[in-house]
């Protein structure tokens, strides 16, 4: 009898070879970064497969290649020309972001973006059909490249993605994305993908028309060709949808949209998206005057602050993800301990990533709410029933713990106290593999102490989750002077195996966030008690471009977990409580949880306070933002991150601190150092201790 890969390796015998490995013939115009083949049918099949590179992005010298070929085909005319991708990863990531870095100024970003326009026009305007062949990602100027095609194929395998996400960098389409889009879907389904960014399915793209057609990956090159020698009619929007992109309906519309974004960002910090409704409200029916201000636009939000702080973000994400690139590590098996509020979603964003989980608890009632909560979040995030059927199948009850024999992982995630977590590391430890990376989502507790129930301490790690784990990208990865440095690389390897981003830190108290974190919460609660409306405070919180202010954050984090970390944290690093957080403790107002804490909670939602005759000091947001900066900048001189990069990716992803601001260090650089540490002395003079000013303020300017 064959086994299953010998039958699979028939079967790819027989059928076409993945467009992917698609061999050249005889026939083939070699470029750098493209490789033109023509076959029998005068078909000619344009492959894009950068050199040196694991992903096509579309660089300078890529278009520049791209407009030569296109002189070539419409020398020779064939047939049709399919694009497609060699590389294994995709379609086409989008544009050289590195390109937007140093640009010299309005000029010279202007010639960029419109040389991109003029090479996607001039694809367009080729006189045979010509169809974007797509797998795996299509993003940005992909995605703007296979709208300049008559026609688009794409894998319907789950690994395809298609989008426009310009405007988590602060822009938006310039290549002709925004002249393209609306026209093909209707105006609704075109601003839904530009405004969110969200990247779609193929069967989703094909739903709302952004594709022709959705195939099985052996069937792409079949599909192309029949496109190519019978084409049918070009597809775009008709009826209601075509009549959104009306002259008389635009301003209607375009009101509705911006009040829609307004909900979640605003002009003055996230431009892009109100400049891309303007343009499509006011130039929709002049396509050469809508390429001129779509690159226009472009080229002026891109030297923004917002664009080029965004931009510095992708790369600090960037960065920690390459920390947890390991050669030969593949984690499949994890085992949590513990099924609380932390180690039950643990548990089921592991299975949701395609791990095998094993979840033990004492307690078989905290195991059946983890099962609940876990198909929930299955629910929400794969949809299809039988994806969500293979997730819960992933996901095992163990009340014994019989995975952690067999586990590549093992995450503690038991109650915050030393006595039971070091009483079950020593059970644990004989029981697991010599070579099974050990983990602890301790959120307080010096990875030193806990170490010393192990017989071989080196290998402790803290992998220190968010709450809610599902939302938080962040991981901090935490380290003692003795964790063997190959377990926490291999800890951050298994971070990015279930994507999140993995940012080192030492073990010391409160590690990077909950240290920062906590003194700009405590300044909030010193307002609060000083009689500043929470509301008051939560909005300028919420002006500065923080997600949720701080009073609103504190209730729903927890009172009493807040007073329990800022407890820990004042023993080890001095600071008053306030004594209105201890009072509300003391009365059971614990916030969200229990209905009550600084707001009152109806449904969940806080009722605002009154705020006519309200005392707001004009210092109000430097209050609270330089507790925050100044123990960052201590965290920095600490050297409980490694370098400032780091600690902007921790913060940012870990508190939410305004992207736009490009994180706390490079906020403190932007505003000036000198400036910065001058206001930190003006609020040390006023309000005392609290704000004295850290040591490693000097070093910032080096
Ligand atoms: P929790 O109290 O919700 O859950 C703890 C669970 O552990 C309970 O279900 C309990 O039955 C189980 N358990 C206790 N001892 C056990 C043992 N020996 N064997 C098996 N199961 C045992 O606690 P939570 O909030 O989930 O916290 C867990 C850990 O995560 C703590 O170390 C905490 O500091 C940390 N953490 C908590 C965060 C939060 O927001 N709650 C955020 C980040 C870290």
Redo the contacts with the bound molecule.
């Keep these: 009898m064959a086994t299953r890969q010998e039958s699979t390796n028939k079967q790819m015998e027989t059928e076409k070879p993945s467009i992917v490995l698609e061999p050249a013939t005889n026939n083939t115009s070699c470029y750098q970064h493209w490789f033109l083949e023509r076959d029998d049918d005068h078909i000619a099949w344009l492959a894009c497969d950068k050199k040196e590179a694991s992903t096509n992005v579309l660089s300078a010298a890529v278009l520049e290649e791209l407009d030569n070929i296109l002189g070539e085909l419409e020398q020779t005319l064939p047939k049709a020309v399919v694009i497609y991708s060699r590389k294994k990863k995709g379609f086409i990531a989008g544009a050289d972001i590195n390109e937007f870095l140093n640009l010299g100024g309005q000029k010279e970003a202007t010639a960029m973006i419109q040389r991109g326009q003029r090479i996607f026009d001039r694809l367009e305007a080729l006189k045979c059909p010509t169809i974007a062949l797509i797998h795996g990602f299509c993003l940005g100027g992909g995605m703007e490249l296979a709208l300049a095609c008559r026609y688009r194929i794409a894998d319907d395998d789950a690994g395809t993605k298609l989008g426009l996400p310009e405007v988590k960098l602060g822009i938006h389409p310039g290549f002709g994305g925004t002249v393209r889009l609306p026209p093909l879907v209707g105006a609704p389904a075109a601003m839904d993908m530009m405004l969110s960014g969200r990247a779609l399915s193929a069967r989703a793209a094909k739903k709302i028309g952004v594709i022709d057609y959705a195939v099985p990956s052996r069937q792409l090159r079949f599909a192309a060709k029949e496109v190519a020698l019978t084409p049918p009619k070009v597809k775009k929007a008709c009826g209601w949808k075509a009549w959104t992109n009306n002259r008389l309906v635009r301003p209607l519309l375009a009101t509705y949209l911006e009040k829609q974004v307004a909900k979640k960002a605003t002009k003055e910090h996230y431009p892009a998206p109100y400049a891309m409704i303007g343009i499509w409200k006011k130039y929709f029916d002049d396509r050469e005057s809508m390429l001129v201000e779509e690159a226009a636009s472009v080229s002026r939000l891109v030297l923004g602050s917002t664009a080029q702080s965004l931009i510095r973000v992708f790369f600090l994400q960037e960065a920690v993800k390459s920390l947890g690139r390991v050669k030969n590590y593949t984690p499949q098996h994890v085992h949590v301990?513990?099924?609380?509020?932390?180690?039950?979603d643990i548990a089921a964003w592991c299975a949701l990533r395609g791990l095998t989980v094993t979840i033990?608890?004492?307690?078989r009632e905290?195991l059946a709410r983890v099962m609940k909560r876990a198909n929930g979040l299955f629910k929400k995030k794969l949809k299809q029933p039988r994806l969500m059927q293979a997730a819960l199948d992933r996901l095992m009850p163990d009340i014994e713990g019989y995975g952690i024999a067999k586990a590549d992982v093992v995450v503690?995630?038991?109650?915050?106290n030393v006595e039971?977590?070091q009483?079950?590391f020593k059970e644990l430890e004989p029981r697991m593999r010599k070579d099974a990376l050990l983990a602890?989502?301790?959120?307080?507790?010096p990875l030193q102490i806990l170490s010393e129930a192990l017989a071989n301490p080196t290998r402790l790690v803290g992998l220190?989750?968010?709450?809610p784990v599902a939302q938080m990208q962040l991981i901090e990865i935490v380290s003692s002077e003795i964790t063997d440095k190959n377990v926490a690389q291999r800890a951050a390897a298994f971070a990015r195996k279930i994507d999140r981003l993995p940012v080192p830190v030492t073990s010391t108290h409160g590690f990077l966030v909950n240290r920062v974190l906590m003194p700009y919460l405590m300044e909030a609660v010193i307002l609060e008690a000083e009689g500043v409306p929470a509301d008051t405070i939560d909005k300028a919180a919420l002006k500065f471009g923080m997600p949720m202010g701080p009073i609103h954050l504190a209730d729903t984090?927890?009172l009493d977990?807040c007073l329990s970390v800022a407890k820990n944290l004042s023993e080890q690093f001095g600071g008053e409580i306030p004594k209105r957080l201890t009072d509300l403790v003391e009365a059971g107002q614990l916030g969200v949880k229990t209905g009550k804490g600084f707001y009152e909670y109806k449904k969940g939602k806080p009722q605002k306070t009154a705020t006519e005759n309200a005392n707001v000091p004009a210092d109000l947001t430097d209050r609270l933002l330089f507790r925050l900066l100044n123990e960052c900048v201590s965290c920095l001189h600490e050297k409980v991150v490694a370098d400032a990069d780091l600690l902007d990716t921790g913060v940012i992803f870990g508190t939410g601190f305004a992207p736009f601001r490009g994180g706390p260090v490079n906020y403190i650089k932007s505003n000036g150092v000198a400036k910065m540490k001058a206001k930190q002395i003006a609020l040390y003079e006023k309000y005392g201790d609290r704000f004295n000013l850290s040591p490693g303020w000097d070093a910032l300017d080096r």
């Design positions: 301990i513990g099924g609380g509020v932390m180690g039950g033990q608890d004492k307690n905290s503690e995630a038991i109650f915050e039971a977590k009483t079950l602890t989502n301790t959120s307080s507790i220190h989750f968010f709450n984090v927890g977990i």
